[in-house]
């Protein structure tokens, strides 16, 4: 069965230091894989996903097939950016349905 | 708010009740999902209607748990006989028919069973 691993459940930096939120997943086909961030008091929310390959609020994410990794990075963290991550995951199969990871929350200190 | 909303936000019920929980997705989206998030955890998905079909079920899904979409429109999601393990936030998120289209998530209706 599918899975995706967060490591980290807390990861604490100072602003403007450089964050990287770690994502690994097991799954024998070709997934699509999602960023998904909560900020405070918000409802879940999509970040970016690997297919469009975009930078979001200074964001990226590289789809490392051979690593099966997913991390999330961001050069210099800003105070905003303190919420709670998560990596999802959605099979090849044709299925809806999202796998989460147990989320890292980031907080950014001044 | 044209957001996915549900309702109640908070549930308490005693141990044995059932309980009933309502999704109303996004307007033209046709795709609605049930998930269940623990503490310290991700959501778990439960399952997905493609307009008013039900087409996956998680193992998760006991046969205390029940969700309907009958007119392709808003969703419930019922338990019967609660028990304290129940008590998690239970997520609806909605999405359009297209597969990259993403998935809108709902507030939440945060139950506890005592």
């Known amino acids: 069965a599918q899975r995706v691993t967060q490591p980290e459940k807390l990861l604490s930096v100072f602003k403007g230091a450089p964050v990287e939120l770690k994502c690994n997943y097991s799954y024998s086909g070709s997934p699509e894989l999602f960023w998904y961030v909560q900020y405070s008091r918000q409802r879940l929310q999509l970040l970016l996903r690997h297919i469009s390959r975009e930078s979001i609020k200074g964001f990226t994410a590289d789809l490392n097939k051979g690593e099966t990794s997913f991390h999330l990075k961001k050069p210099f963290a800003q105070e905003e950016d303190s919420a709670m991550y998560y990596c999802?995951?959605?099979?090849?199969?044709?299925?809806?349905?999202?796998?989460f990871g147990s989320g890292t929350r980031l907080q950014v200190q001044p | 708010d044209t957001g996915v909303s549900q309702d109640p936000r908070h549930k308490i019920t005693k141990r044995g009740q059932n309980v009933t929980f309502r999704c109303d997705p996004i307007?033209?989206?046709?795709?609605l999902y049930w998930y269940r998030q623990t503490l310290g955890q991700g959501p778990e998905f439960l399952t997905y209607?493609?307009?008013?079909?039900?087409?996956?079920k998680s193992r998760l899904l006991s046969d205390r748990f029940s969700a309907e979409r009958p007119k392709g429109s808003f969703s419930t999601l019922e338990i019967q006989r609660t028990e304290q393990g129940d008590s998690a936030m239970y997520l609806c998120a909605s999405s359009l028919g297209a597969a990259l289209h993403e998935q809108y998530f709902g507030p939440g209706t945060r139950l506890t069973v005592t």
């Open positions: 999802a995951l959605k099979e090849d199969t044709g299925r809806r349905a999202l796998t």
């Open positions: 209607f493609q307009n008013e079909a039900q087409l996956e």
């Open positions: 307007s033209e989206h046709n795709r």
